[in-house]
């Protein structure tokens, strides 16, 4: 028997599930990229909305590309498993925020006409750092990405981002309604202002006088977005299911540990997020930073370095005791230093608390997966407290070892010599730069620095981000990775 709300009455009853009539549920919300990270955090956050009776602020999801999400919960009317793990043990509860699922490809218009509905006031985005047809160095539109140039061509038929917010405004427009406001939820720097930034470029580019309208009514609110949500497994659709009595064809895993905090600038309503754990705030700068340097800064460092030493999961690498003291030199004595620490946070609890969270036995969170996409990481996590460190002729050892690690990463064979399988959108490139150097880290280093999109035009000229980290790499190439770990530690 399927998970749907036909069945959910059957579920057993330490399942927690929608207590609110789901037909009275009204969409408030369009979500761009339904993935496991909206579903375990945004999806959460509305689901306890709904569940205190605010029934205007259900979602409808939208995958941009694949159609595998809607095809699993379509037959349970939108419902899935959140199965929260931790030593303690296994919590599962079913999540019923996300009443409609689109896939954009399938039916283009079925998605415009929903983020054109009267109803909706906001439109959130999970789509992932290359989603946003940027270049990670600068923030600025890819005006020669293959979407962008599509979408300006057939600016009706968008598949970008940029171009299918932009004809979804445009239709509110045209239909004398308000913008819906823009709410991004990656891990980009300045999510909000990245956004921004790309959507009135793109509009501008389209016709100006959409992107005055665009550029003056539109708010894009930045946030800053936590928790770690592991890829889903079979074994994890097996446990789910079996605790539910149910088939459930996908849910999603992740830790107890859950923040959001939303630059409070929704001019056309929004719902009362702060009742249900969100910190809405004038300013989230101070908290993206903490956020990005500390946690997904010491997540890549770990995902290259516990990848090449042979450490499946954060949690094997952590239980590594020179990895471990490795994220504590990084965080605290180069990233903590760059950061404004928030008003009322305590930012070495903060650290603690993270590292007790890399080592949560009960998340199979792969360095693998924390490892994809580097060339559009790399930049906020670690070449930003980089920067700001050789300005002021700080070390930036530990930050250049995370670097090194990950050229080694995508030269795309591992210690043992067997290949990597490298997800990154600049694979190609990389690994052409990689096969040019061999194993001459001087020239595998400067052939790596030397792709704008990642370093800029400014880091190839810093002699001591260079020099160091061609020493890693050379330490890295020769030694492995473990080695190298445990020698950059003491
Ligand atoms: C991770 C993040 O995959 C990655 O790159 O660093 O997804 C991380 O788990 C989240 O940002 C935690 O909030």
Same mark, same amino acid.
């Given at each position: 028997?399927?998970?749907?709300?036909?069945?959910?009455?059957?579920?057993?009853?330490?399942?927690?599930?929608?207590?609110?009539?789901?037909?009275?549920?009204?969409?408030?919300?369009?979500?761009?990229?339904?993935?496991?990270?909206?579903?375990?955090?945004?999806?959460?956050?509305?689901?306890?909305?709904?569940?205190?009776?605010?029934?205007?602020?259900?979602?409808?999801?939208?995958?941009?590309?694949?159609?595998?999400?809607?095809?699993?919960?379509?037959?349970?009317?939108?419902?899935?498993?959140?199965?929260?793990?931790?030593?303690?043990?296994?919590?599962?509860?079913?999540?019923?925020?996300?009443?409609?699922?689109?896939?954009?490809?399938?039916?283009?218009?079925?998605?415009?006409?929903?983020?054109?509905?009267?109803?909706?006031?906001?439109?959130?985005?999970?789509?992932?750092?290359?989603?946003?047809?940027?270049?990670?160095?600068?923030?600025?539109?890819?005006?020669?990405?293959?979407?962008?140039?599509?979408?300006?061509?057939?600016?009706?038929?968008?598949?970008?981002?940029?171009?299918?917010?932009?004809?979804?405004?445009?239709?509110?427009?045209?239909?004398?309604?308000?913008?819906?406001?823009?709410?991004?939820?990656?891990?980009?720097?300045?999510?909000?202002?990245?956004?921004?930034?790309?959507?009135?470029?793109?509009?501008?580019?389209?016709?100006?006088?959409?992107?005055?309208?665009?550029?003056?009514?539109?708010?894009?609110?930045?946030?800053?977005?936590?928790?770690?949500?592991?890829?889903?497994?079979?074994?994890?659709?097996?446990?789910?299911?079996?605790?539910?009595?149910?088939?459930?064809?996908?849910?999603?895993?992740?830790?107890?540990?859950?923040?959001?905090?939303?630059?409070?600038?929704?001019?056309?309503?929004?719902?009362?997020?702060?009742?249900?754990?969100?910190?809405?705030?004038?300013?989230?700068?101070?908290?993206?930073?903490?956020?990005? *340097? =500390?946690?997904? +800064? #010491?997540?890549? &460092?770990?995902?290259? %370095? !516990?990848?090449? @030493?042979?450490?499946?999961?954060?949690?094997?690498?952590?239980?590594?005791?020179?990895?471990?003291?490795?994220?504590?030199?990084?965080?605290?004595?180069?990233?903590?230093?760059?950061?404004?620490?928030?008003?009322?946070?305590?930012?070495?609890?903060?650290?603690?608390?993270?590292?007790?969270?890399?080592?949560?036995?009960?998340?199979?969170?792969?360095?693998?997966?924390?490892?994809?996409?580097?060339?559009?990481?790399?930049?906020?996590?670690?070449?930003?407290?980089?920067?700001? *460190? =050789?300005?002021? +002729? #700080?070390?930036? &050892?530990?930050?250049? %070892? !995370?670097?090194? @690690?990950?050229?080694?990463?995508?030269?795309?064979?591992?210690?043992?010599?067997?290949?990597?399988?490298?997800?990154?959108?600049?694979?190609?490139?990389?690994?052409?730069?990689?096969?040019?150097?061999?194993?001459?880290?001087?020239?595998?280093?400067?052939?790596?620095?030397?792709?704008?999109?990642?370093?800029?035009?400014?880091?190839?000229?810093?002699?001591?981000?260079?020099?160091?980290?061609?020493?890693?790499?050379?330490?890295?190439?020769?030694?492995?990775?473990?080695?190298?770990?445990?020698?950059?530690?003491?």
């Amino acid at each position: 028997m399927r998970l749907s709300a036909a069945t959910l009455a059957a579920l057993p009853p330490d399942i927690a599930r929608p207590a609110y009539d789901l037909d009275a549920v009204k969409v408030g919300m369009v979500h761009l990229g339904v993935g496991a990270f909206h579903r375990v955090h945004q999806a959460v956050y509305a689901d306890d909305l709904l569940a205190a009776g605010h029934l205007d602020w259900g979602i409808c999801g939208a995958s941009l590309r694949a159609p595998d999400t809607a095809d699993a919960l379509d037959p349970q009317d939108g419902l899935y498993g959140l199965c929260v793990r931790s030593g303690e043990g296994d919590a599962v509860r079913v999540i019923g925020s996300l009443r409609r699922l689109l896939v954009a490809p399938r039916d283009p218009s079925a998605l415009l006409a929903a983020m054109a509905d009267p109803g909706v006031r906001i439109v959130s985005l999970t789509v992932t750092e290359k989603g946003y047809c940027h270049d990670p160095a600068s923030g600025a539109l890819d005006e020669a990405h293959p979407d962008i140039v599509a979408d300006l061509a057939t600016p009706a038929r968008p598949r970008s981002v940029p171009g299918l917010l932009v004809e979804a405004l445009r239709l509110r427009r045209a239909a004398g309604l308000p913008p819906f406001t823009v709410l991004c939820c990656d891990n980009l720097p300045a999510n909000g202002e990245t956004v921004a930034r790309v959507t009135r470029r793109f509009a501008e580019l389209r016709d100006p006088d959409l992107g005055a309208w665009i550029a003056g009514d539109v708010a894009f609110p930045s946030t800053m977005v936590d928790r770690i949500a592991p890829a889903t497994t079979d074994a994890d659709r097996a446990l789910v299911s079996g605790r539910m009595g149910l088939t459930d064809a996908w849910p999603v895993m992740a830790e107890p540990f859950s923040q959001w905090v939303i630059e409070d600038n929704f001019p056309h309503g929004r719902p009362p997020f702060e009742t249900v754990g969100a910190q809405m705030v004038a300013d989230v700068a101070p908290f993206e930073h903490m956020k990005l *340097r =500390l946690l997904n +800064g #010491a997540h890549s &460092t770990l995902a290259y %370095l !516990g990848y090449l @030493a042979g450490h499946e999961t954060i949690a094997d690498a952590m239980a590594d005791a020179p990895f471990a003291r490795l994220v504590e030199r990084l965080q605290d004595e180069e990233m903590t230093p760059t950061l404004h620490v928030p008003p009322g946070t305590d930012v070495d609890a903060y650290k603690r608390a993270l590292r007790e969270r890399f080592r949560n036995p009960a998340l199979r969170h792969r360095t693998w997966q924390i490892a994809m996409d580097g060339s559009q990481k790399l930049p906020q996590r670690l070449l930003a407290a980089a920067r700001e *460190r =050789l300005a002021a +002729g #700080a070390p930036v &050892t530990f930050i250049a %070892l !995370g670097v090194a @690690a990950w050229m080694r990463y995508v030269t795309g064979i591992d210690e043992t010599g067997a290949p990597i399988d490298v997800r990154d959108p600049l694979a190609a490139r990389l690994r052409a730069i990689a096969d040019a150097a061999g194993r001459d880290p001087g020239m595998l280093a400067r052939g790596l620095i030397g792709v704008r999109e990642v370093f800029g035009d400014d880091l190839a000229n810093q002699p001591v981000f260079v020099s160091t980290v061609t020493g890693h790499l050379a330490q890295l190439l020769r030694d492995g990775a473990g080695r190298t770990v445990a020698h950059a530690v003491g």
